[in-house]
């Protein structure tokens, strides 16, 4: 199994404001993705974290907003940029190991924002 | 597009009972997985169980169980002996095959009692 840690655990901004959330998995992975989980809801898939390219966004979610880097196999960040109160959400990094596999999906303990 | 559904927002039973848990799901591939994940209040998820579809076998873990009815696109999780450790919010999650992107129902928060 996949070990994710994530920084940092929680944190409140300031509108306007922008926070950088980092991710580290113990072992190379090929696939990392972004999600977003509002308060009592579901979680909501922002983006597939690619190695060396671009990160491929889902609908809804846009680069200038939530900028992610991938520079290696074990590595990600997700920047959410020009925060507002509705940015106030858990964002949970996941990671698997090949592409297509039925290998299992792990999560992080996710980052905690609070946007006043 | 494929769906999942979970119909019961929350759930409830007794320490040593047992509870079942509704996941329905809406797909054309026949190719796929099926997963419940748990995410207690410290908020880590964690996978309970997974099942290919192409299994006709439900699978176990322990005190946890599946019931996979492929025709009816039903996959329930059944959680025998109940202990206050289960209490958490329950997603069950879809995966096609060959595919990246895990599809999340709604979630079913489920209390155990003393």
């Known amino acids: 199994s996949a070990v994710i840690s994530q920084k940092p655990s929680r944190d409140i901004c300031q509108r306007g404001t922008s926070l950088t959330i980092q991710c580290q998995v113990d072992s190379q992975v090929t696939m990392m993705f972004w999600y977003r989980q509002q308060p009592g809801q579901s979680l909501t898939l922002i983006a597939t974290a690619n190695q060396g390219s671009e990160a491929t966004y889902e609908s809804g979610f846009v680069i200038d907003k939530f900028p992610i880097s991938r520079p290696n196999l074990t590595f990600s960040t997700l920047t959410v940029s020009n925060m507002s109160p509705e940015d106030s959400s858990i964002y949970l990094c996941?990671?698997?190991?090949?592409?297509?596999?039925?290998?299992?999906?792990?999560f992080g303990p996710g980052t905690r924002l609070l946007v006043l | 597009a494929q769906t999942v559904t979970q119909s019961q927002p929350e759930m409830s039973v007794q320490e040593a009972e047992t509870v079942t848990l509704s996941c329905t799901y809406d797909?054309?591939?026949?190719?796929?997985?099926l997963f419940w994940y748990k995410q207690p209040p410290s908020r880590q998820m964690i996978l309970v169980i997974r099942?290919?579809?192409?299994?006709?076998q439900n699978a176990t873990e322990n005190r946890f169980s599946v019931n996979f009815q492929k025709a009816a696109k039903s996959f329930s999780l059944k959680i025998s002996d109940s202990q206050l450790g289960d209490a958490a919010m329950y997603f069950c999650a879809y995966r096609s095959e060959g595919a990246d992107k895990l599809i999340f129902g709604t979630g079913t928060r489920l209390q155990v009692f003393p």
């Open positions: 996941s990671a698997r190991g090949r592409p297509g596999s039925q290998e299992t999906q792990y």
């Open positions: 099942q290919e579809a192409y299994k006709q």
């Open positions: 797909t054309s591939e026949s190719d796929y997985y």
